[in-house]
């Protein structure tokens, strides 16, 4: 049976390029997005790669709608085996800058949507004995002009350990790849370079296993 791959925040940069990195395995891709045009476009530019890509929408807040689509994913591309949670609201907020609104809508996006879409696909993985729950951070240190952001990528970190717990002793890795600059190809973030480092933590043996992978070099490090 094919394997399927599902990456939610599936945009032109990361998202693509780690679709179209598992696509190039022969697994199976769907890629979910909020806007049509988006999927559409990445499904287009990956689909030579020989297997089939699926482009679904859904906002990675409507945990309603995501469920349907990680749920038509299986159903018509065959069990998820690796789902990455790519969705992100990226934006430069000091303290007090964002009202307590502003703050729950990126965390809504940074780590709800992460957890939703984890919880709706590990229990198949989980009987399966096998998986990889696999999502993006950053952030590796604190930043005042991104409060917003530097509080969901620090959730994610605290979500991955929690999931670890959860899922890891029937066979599922969970990990992140912390990107800590702006992606840009041909750059020390290229999108298709961030992409390897998914697929070699999905083929980690367990022995092996990495937990969070920091991609490039950390400014001010």
Not at 109 to 130: I, K
Not at 191 to 211: G, M, N, V
């Amino acid at each position: 049976m094919v394997s399927t791959a599902v990456v939610v925040g599936a945009g032109p940069g990361i998202g693509k390029a780690v679709a179209a990195r598992f696509a190039r395995e022969g697994l199976s891709v769907a890629v979910i997005a909020r806007r049509t045009e988006t999927v559409a476009r990445v499904a287009e530019e990956i689909g030579p790669s020989g297997r089939k890509v699926l482009p679904l929408t859904a906002d990675s807040t409507d945990e309603a709608a995501l469920h349907a689509a990680l749920d038509r994913a299986a159903g018509e591309l065959g069990p998820i085996e690796v789902a990455v949670y790519n969705a992100a609201l990226i934006r430069m907020d000091s303290p007090g800058e964002l009202d307590a609104r502003g703050q729950l809508d990126a965390w809504a996006v940074n780590v709800v949507g992460a957890l939703s879409t984890a919880v709706r696909v590990a229990p198949g993985m989980a009987a399966r004995g096998r998986g990889s729950l696999l999502f993006t951070g950053g952030m590796p240190r604190p930043d005042r002009r991104y409060v917003s952001l530097g509080l969901g990528k620090f959730g994610i970190r605290t979500l991955v350990s929690l999931l670890d717990a959860e899922y890891g002793p029937a066979g599922v890795h969970v990990a992140s790849v912390t990107v800590p600059g702006a992606v840009s190809p041909g750059g020390p973030y290229d999108p298709d370079d961030i992409a390897e480092q998914y697929w070699r933590l999905h083929t980690q043996p367990r022995e092996a296993w990495e937990h969070e992978v920091v991609h490039g070099p950390v400014p001010g490090a």
